[in-house]
């Protein structure tokens, strides 16, 4: 400890004990914590067992009856197949698509900054604002895509990407696409500045193209970041719930509801809080389990390497 | 949200915060004609009550739910909401400040159907549901009397259509999808009122008596809804919503708008230049076509818990006044609608601007010759669950999406009917 420190405590007596200096630094975080996290996680576990509309203050007391409904729940499963596709979509997006479009970016050096900002910016933008963005752009009569179209004499092309059921998950695709390639990118971008220069000169000494560069020294020294986008994009889609309240709510019929947006259909639109929390409750569980798998491939590859 | 809804109940009402102001909802959205009446209840308000005011909470196109359930969440629900169906839900909760039969007395109103042996609403108007037609279009076509039956109807939109005219306005964004297939039902499965030897379709649907997918009227009408969008639904109209067909109606685009009739309080507003019919629900069943009236039951404001002490006083003070005669023939005049208190001395919508008041009378004229059906909306104890319009609007969607398979779309009426009873 510096001689500095020991004097300044001498000075003002005493030291705090150390119970003391946690209870002040850490209560107020854990406090909030506590009211704004685990007691709603709490009270939602509670409420996922009553049969609770969101207007009372009384929450009969029902049991395993919501889970029980769960099982045979056609609505619920659509949603998680929907969600499911969508995360599909997404996790192989972001985890190759931003890796190869960093690689690209990293030979870039000319207007180096612009370029790179050019991708970053959408990320910026709120999900609500993209959406709208993206809504307007995809409107069948207006939208700028289909005026683009019918401009250059491919009339044909026009569609109607929010309304046509076999479109419409790769609209939401695009736009989460669009919304979040930005930051995927720029994880990788940030990696591959750490890899040795070293490397690359005994590479190209040895004569490797930029094929060879790539899959025997950039792709596995950027496994960790591979490992950390894959989760992340998974997490972003099993949470897709702004793009839908904004752009298709669930339409068309029920084709796009996901599990985020479903939640919030039965629990706000349609008092049924209860239930909602239960399938809050299963779908929670059901992340549980898939981030042990994740965690425990993730230890066995960190081994490997 | 569930910590602050937990704490709620527990004690957590907020209290007068000094500030002189009666809150109210309203559902503006865009349109005008709301806007310009809720501004002179307010100056009403106002002139009479020295040093308080009132604060408009517009709640756009939607009923509120959200809104509503954050307030009781965090204890501080507006003095005043506007309820329509949602009262029950309210009332449910204990969130309401019910009315005595004098104050429906003291305007010459009708007494709504209690809930619960309580009323908790002001009446507003009678408010009727039909088919807005453009005129001119429509006369081009050879048609100038309301098509009787809807084989009639679908005639005629394929006369609009030959004639090279947008035939139907028509937008399955959101609510406004389920416009035509709520028509249909309500003055099908609904056509005759209840009586106590036979009930209404809702109370023999939810005690299971009867069923969507049981019902021969409902394949006709789902069969119909399948042919309408079909052939006139506008290309792209998933992608569009209530704007876009009030815009192609009243651009004089589009022929034809399935739409209640507040659409005739923003006519004057958007200097709409061309005259408007507005006729009744063709039939699908052979009886003669009809209006649906969706004002019977709740169609007005309720008092919340939260107006106590000297904001009860200034509230029920708030709502004595929409009675004004003023303040009233605005309301009409905004919602289109014709007036429902007796001892006020205003009748029914007016207008300076001709095709309004043109759209007025022929409102009025065609529902005093067709008459009026109030569908399912009988009584809060006396209705379809409250995501049945939701539903409606899936179905219509799915039918835009290209399924045509019946037995499916009805199924989804029902589950969700089913559903929806769980939460209630």
Redesign the interface.
């Known amino acids: 400890m510096p001689p500095g420190i020991r004097l300044e405590r001498r000075r003002c007596g005493r030291a705090l004990p150390g119970w003391v200096a946690s209870v002040v630094f850490c209560g107020p975080a854990v406090l909030l914590y506590i ?2 996290m685990v ?2 996680a709490v ?2 576990g509670y ?1 996922s067992l009553t ?1 609770w ?5 009384d929450a009969p007391f029902i049991g395993l009856d919501n889970f029980r ?1 769960l099982l045979g ?3 619920f499963w659509s949603a998680v197949r929907f969600t499911l596709f969508e995360t599909v979509l997404i996790v192989l997006f972001f985890t190759f698509a931003a890796l190869v479009l960093a690689v690209l970016l990293d030979k870039v050096t000319r207007l180096k900054g612009l370029i790179r900002g050019l991708f970053f910016y959408p990320f910026v933008l709120s999900i609500l604002v993209s959406a709208l963005l993206f809504q307007y752009l ?4 207006e ?1 700028a895509v289909n005026i683009l179209l019918r401009w250059v004499g491919l009339d044909i092309l026009a569609q ?6 076999d479109l419409v998950p790769y609209f939401i695709f695009a736009l989460v696409a669009w919304s979040g390639l930005g930051f995927f990118t720029t994880l990788y971008l940030a990696n591959l500045q750490t890899i040795p220069t070293e490397l690359y000169e005994a590479a190209q000494i040895d004569g490797a193209g930029p094929m060879r560069v790539f899959t025997r020294i950039q792709f596995p020294m950027l496994l960790p970041a591979i490992t950390t986008s894959s989760v992340l994009a998974l997490i972003t889609g099993i949470n897709l719930f702004g793009q839908i309240v904004v752009t298709t ?7 796009t509801v996901t599990i985020g947006y479903y939640i919030y259909q ?1 629990g ?6 209860g ?1 909602a ?1 239960a399938v809050s409750v299963a779908t929670f569980l059901a992340l549980v389990a898939v981030a042990a798998v994740q965690v425990a491939l993730l230890r066995r590859k960190t081994v490997t390497l | 949200m569930a910590a602050m809804a937990a704490a709620a109940p527990l004690g957590c009402q907020r209290s007068d915060d000094g500030r002189k102001v009666i809150r109210v909802t309203r559902n503006i959205g865009g349109r005008e004609g709301f806007r310009i009446h809720f501004e002179a209840w307010k100056a009403a308000f106002e002139k009479q009550n020295h040093g308080w005011t009132m604060e408009l909470i517009d709640l756009g196109n939607a009923e509120g739910s959200e809104f509503y359930k954050s307030r009781i969440a965090t204890g501080d629900l507006p003095e005043i909401v506007m309820t329509w169906q949602l009262a029950r839900m309210l009332a449910d909760g204990g969130h309401l400040v019910p009315f005595a039969d004098d104050y429906y007395n003291k305007f010459g109103i009708a007494l709504p159907p209690p809930y619960k042996g309580k009323r908790y609403t002001t009446q507003g108007g009678i408010q009727v549901q039909g088919i807005a037609v453009n005129k001119k279009m429509w006369t081009d076509a050879g048609i100038t009397d309301a098509p009787k039956t809807w084989a009639d109807f679908m005639a005629a939109l394929a006369k609009l259509k030959a004639k090279g005219y947008m035939p139907l306005s028509y937008g399955a964004k959101d609510w406004t999808a389920a416009m035509p297939l709520e028509y249909a039902i309500a003055t099908s499965l609904y056509y005759d009122r209840p009586t106590p030897d036979k009930p209404s379709f809702t109370q023999r649907r939810n005690t299971k008596q009867v069923r969507f997918a049981d019902e021969p009227e409902m394949r006709i009408i789902l069969k119909n809804l399948i042919d309408l969008i079909e052939e006139f639904a506008p290309k792209g109209a998933a992608s569009d919503g209530y704007n876009e067909e009030q815009r192609d109606f009243y651009t004089g685009k589009a022929a034809t708008w399935i739409m209640g009739c507040w659409i005739g309080g923003d006519i004057e507003p958007n200097k709409v230049d061309f005259d408007i019919d507005y006729w009744p629900i063709p039939s699908m069943n052979g009886r003669p076509p009809l209006f649906l009236q969706t004002s019977e039951i709740p169609s007005g404001w309720a008092i919340t818990t939260s107006a106590a002490g000297d904001r009860l006083e200034k509230a029920r003070a708030a709502i004595d006044l929409f009675y004004d005669p003023h303040v009233y023939q605005l309301f009409l005049n905004g919602e289109s609608q014709v007036g429902a208190a007796a001892k006020v001395p205003v009748k029914g919508p007016q207008s300076t601007w001709p095709p309004a008041q043109k759209f007025f009378d022929s409102m009025i004229a065609s529902t005093a010759r067709y008459g009026y059906t109030p569908g399912f909306h009988i009584a809060l104890d006396d209705m379809p669950p409250l995501n049945f319009m939701p539903t409606l609007a899936a179905v219509c969607q799915e039918i835009l999406a290209g399924n045509r398979d019946i037995d499916k779309l009805l199924k989804i009426i029902d589950d969700e009917w089913d559903a929806a009873r769980k939460g209630e």
């Open positions: 009211g704004f007691l709603p009270l939602g409420y049969r509309s969101g207007w009372t203050s409904d729940d056609i609505r995809a409107n069948y009569r939208g109607d990407w929010m309304g046509d059921p709510q669930g339409a068309p019929g029920y084709r039965l706000v639109l349609a008092n049924r809080q239930y929390s």
